[in-house]
């Protein structure tokens, strides 16, 4: 395996200090405040999947052209959606598997011809044991993503009905965010049928939610949601993205000490 943990050094020290000092961080990443995914987590937390085995996610999207000739950096390595985009689902995923402890990938520049990726596959190993697919484009029509499917940004045509995450247990699956489950009422085999179902989730704003959780921290009535140890986490594995697709090896991402 390939490892490293160079390009996370800066925020390393930025977790150290603050925890020496005993000052809060709160990071932004607003789907941990989504009560779709609190819900979801809690139901694999009670265990209705039974043992998590394999995770497939997509966000799939077309970016207009404006998008890049509004900010031409885009075009260029480190503006493409592995480090814009990406970020935020390996962060969705590790909050509803788990630690990722090593990640391959594939990259593909061939749609728009950019120096920087367009495309990507990815597999992604727990430390649990569970083992995930991420596919990943900014140039594909598709509906197959979070802002599109999960209808929480009214700025994003929402595509009701549809997932873009399924998380598959010995027991049992979920898709997110229709939060459809099927799952086996006796002895799991194939021959079996499944019990469908839908997990109820009372919907709200996970940006507003955030704001209001950020005020509570800056007053000292509550720890950080996604603390800067966590968020680094969340930024070493999306790095090891990119370097496995540059260099075609499998990358550790074990925490650096």
Excluded at 119 to 140: I, Q
Excluded at 148 to 165: F, K, L, M, P, R
Excluded at 197 to 213: E, K, M, N, S, Y
Excluded at 214 to 222: E, L, P, S, Y
Aim: aromatic share 6%; proline share 5%.
């Amino acid at each position: 395996m390939a490892g490293g943990c160079g390009d996370v050094d800066g925020g390393l020290s930025i977790v150290r200090a603050a925890e020496s000092a005993g000052v809060p961080i709160l990071v932004g990443h607003h789907r941990r405040h989504s009560p779709i995914l609190a819900e979801a987590r809690a139901v694999i937390d009670a265990g209705t999947l039974g043992r998590l085995v394999a995770v497939a996610g997509t966000a799939l999207y077309r970016k207009p052209d404006d998008y890049f000739d509004d900010a031409p950096w885009r075009r260029a390595p480190g503006g493409g959606p592995i480090l814009i985009n990406l970020i935020h689902e390996i962060d969705d995923l590790r909050l509803l598997c788990g630690d990722i402890v090593a990640v391959q990938a594939m990259t593909s520049s061939a749609t728009r011809g950019f120096p920087v990726e367009d495309t990507a596959a990815v597999t992604l190993a727990f430390a649990s044991g569970a083992l995930g697919t991420f596919l990943l484009s900014d140039a594909a029509a598709s509906t197959r993503s979070w802002e599109q499917t999960s209808g929480e940004n009214a700025a994003y045509a929402h595509a009701a009905g549809q997932d873009c995450y399924h998380v598959a247990g010995t027991r049992g699956s979920l898709s997110i965010p229709t939060m459809r489950t099927t799952t086996y009422a006796g002895e799991p085999s194939w021959f079996a049928p499944f019990e469908s179902g839908i997990v109820d989730v009372r919907r709200a704003d996970p940006l507003a939610r955030q704001l209001a959780h950020f005020i509570a921290v800056a007053r000292g009535a509550a720890t950080p949601l996604v603390s800067a140890r966590s968020a680094l986490e969340t930024l070493r594995v999306t790095l090891a993205v990119d370097r496995a697709a540059r260099t075609g090896t499998l990358v550790a991402t074990e925490p650096c000490s």
